[in-house]
């Protein structure tokens, strides 16, 4: 008998906690700033990529132009 009401005790306090939970909007502010976070950070990726390759040609140009000069 006093386990029961003991696990009847446990039971409604789990499901007021995950009603709790489920209703916190915090948790979606959170959520909305990790995508924004992942959205960023593949934006950055791409831009390095492409400024990567870029300035690689730069600097080969640069470096064409200078053996050329000094044959």
Same mark, same amino acid.
């Given at each position: 008998?006093?386990?029961?009401?003991?696990?009847?005790? /446990? +039971?409604? !306090?789990?499901?007021?906690? #995950? *009603?709790?939970?489920?209703?916190?909007?915090?948790?979606? &502010?959170? /959520? +909305?700033? !990790?995508?924004?976070?992942? #959205? *960023?950070?593949?934006?950055?990726?791409?831009?390095?990529? &492409?400024?990567?390759?870029?300035?690689?040609?730069?600097?080969?140009?640069?470096?064409?132009?200078?053996?050329?000069?000094?044959?």
């Amino acid at each position: 008998m006093i386990v029961r009401k003991c696990e009847f005790a /446990l +039971e409604k !306090a789990m499901k007021e906690q #995950l *009603l709790q939970f489920w209703n916190d909007e915090e948790g979606v &502010t959170t /959520l +909305e700033y !990790a995508i924004l976070a992942a #959205l *960023l950070l593949g934006g950055l990726t791409v831009a390095v990529a &492409t400024l990567t390759d870029g300035l690689g040609e730069f600097f080969q140009a640069i470096t064409d132009k200078l053996t050329g000069l000094a044959a």
